[in-house]
């Protein structure tokens, strides 16, 4: 199975670097491809893609955990190590699903934006970067894929080479470095301390060798959670999402928001739970400043996206929001908590990844960018716009919609943990956050569908084609269906939680 976990790894990394690599061999590289080369490149990028989710998925859920691979060593004893484990699992599995429903949907949406065979070349090299990512046995192997996958999308955020989007670049790649070193900073004592640098359920901080060092070492578990965070937009670091989202295109704005987020949040998981122990940072300066920065950041996100006009802009606060929910349930340090926060992670990557998939729609059919440009839109797109409303019901919470059981999980696995005044903070935010978070997506939904006078365009169908709206379809089915049947997800997320705590 080692075989399968490299395929899976190297295959789309290898065929996306060609695909740059012909690029750049071009005299005309503006040149507009022919028909036939852009047919040949969507059909070269759908079988790497679907050949790399079925290796993937394969090597995750037909392989022993017990299995790994090393692909060279750094130093004597710190290898680039793949390990298969449970979370490894259930990452690889979300992200195989919307990487491959979004590079379905970008082969009609980059005909827009145009420049394909780069985009995808990128785009290719990010999906091998993140399944590495996935399955890294050690906290290095981790460190050195999640430089690797900041530098591969810095590409698709700057895609138009507009000022705005070359900025927002620049933006993005000196959160992510800065917030970088702060894991590298705490990497360090994390060799000193620990037994291992693999991942050890439980952690692998030696208490013995740590004793008389716990100030130092709670420091560098802090800058680790902040370091990490940024990917997660947490507090005080979150400003290059609002930044980046608008100025690249939506496939790219869908997948940041989907799934690299939730890097961050895998590599906060890998420290908290994996390297130190969540019982090192129980009770400590460091859990009560985690949960305090979580709880102001869904507050914030939320509040910012409802003030905010730019519908893209809005989805983006609202993920900074979002995916502190999912930090919030771990800085409790509870399995309950913790169950529902890898619940959110996953439900959050569909639904998020639907709502920039739609607001990709608007652009591309309509042109509209603006949150007040969208009343009458349920008129000329309605399936479009149910997609986005099944999306948001699910994200506002609404049973029986999968949001309603991540946020259940997380309101009572804070009640439940012993961590004071934040046991009720905790639901009360998130319970505002909720309040918020409707009226800044379901009003979207109620002037689509009902723009009394506000609309003044004619209601012709500009219903985007079946290859825009087969993903975002399948995409909002999941948020419904996973809330119908969430069991084998609740008792998978709960073996995961219970392992390590």
């Not at 692998?204 to 959670?225: D, E, K």
Request: net charge positive.
């Amino acid at each position: 199975m080692s075989v399968v976990i490299l395929l899976a790894i190297l295959l789309p990394m290898v065929v996306g670097m060609a695909l740059l690599l012909v690029l750049a061999a071009k005299k005309e590289k503006d040149a507009q491809p022919t028909t036939e080369e852009l047919k040949r490149l969507h059909i070269t990028v759908a079988a790497v893609l679907v050949a790399t989710a079925a290796l993937g998925l394969a090597a995750a859920w037909l392989g022993s955990g017990d299995e790994g691979v090393t692909l060279f060593y750094l130093m004597k004893d710190i290898p680039v190590y793949f390990r298969i484990d449970e979370l490894g699992k259930l990452y690889v599995t979300f992200i195989s699903i919307v990487w491959v429903m979004v590079g379905m949907y970008s082969f009609v949406y980059m005909s827009h934006e145009g420049k394909e065979q780069r985009f995808f070349g990128y785009y290719l090299i990010v999906y091998g970067v993140l399944i590495a990512l996935s399955f890294s046995g050690n906290i290095v192997t981790l460190y050195l894929f999640y430089e690797l996958m900041t530098l591969a999308t810095v590409p698709l955020v700057l895609h138009n080479g507009s000022r705005e989007a070359i900025m927002a670049a620049l933006k993005y790649l000196f959160y992510s470095m800065c917030g970088a070193y702060m894991g590298l900073f705490g990497i360090f004592f994390l060799y000193r301390y620990c037994d291992t640098l693999e991942f050890v359920p439980g952690g692998s901080l030696n208490m013995s060798l740590a004793q008389g060092h716990g100030t130092i070492l709670l420091i560098a578990v802090f800058l680790m959670i902040l370091g990490f965070g940024v990917k997660g937009g947490m507090l005080p670091m979150h400003a290059w999402l609002p930044t980046a989202h608008p100025v690249a295109p939506s496939p790219a704005s869908a997948v940041l928001s989907g799934i690299i987020v939730k890097s961050g949040v895998l590599a906060t998981i890998r420290v908290v739970f994996f390297m130190v122990g969540a019982d090192f940072i129980r009770g400590t300066w460091v859990q009560t400043a985690w949960m305090t920065l979580t709880l102001i950041t869904v507050f914030m996100g939320s509040l910012l996206a409802f003030r905010e006009k730019v519908f893209k802009k809005r989805l983006a606060y609202s993920t900074v929001s979002q995916a502190s929910y999912i930090l919030f349930g771990l800085s409790v340090l509870q399995p309950q908590a913790m169950t529902g926060a890898l619940l959110h992670t996953v439900f959050h990557a569909f639904i998020k990844t639907a709502l920039f998939l739609t607001a990709g729609v608007f652009i591309f059919k309509c042109h509209k960018t603006r949150v007040e440009e969208l009343p009458g839109i349920g008129r000329m797109m309605p399936k479009t716009l149910w997609c986005f409303t099944f999306a948001s019901l699910a994200l506002v919470g609404i049973p029986p919609a999968s949001g309603f059981i991540s946020k259940w999980y997380l309101a009572q696995g804070a009640l439940q943990a012993k961590v004071g005044v934040y046991g009720w903070m905790g639901p009360v935010v998130l319970l505002a956050s909720a309040l918020l978070t409707a009226g800044y997506l379901l009003s979207v939904t109620t002037k689509g569908f009902f723009p009394g006078e506000a609309a003044q365009e004619s209601y012709e169908d500009k219903e985007p084609s079946m290859g825009m709206l087969l993903p975002l379809i399948i995409l909002a089915a999941l948020t419904l269906l996973l809330g119908i049947f969430p069991n084998p997800l609740i008792g998978f997320a709960g073996r995961i939680a219970s392992s390590v705590m």
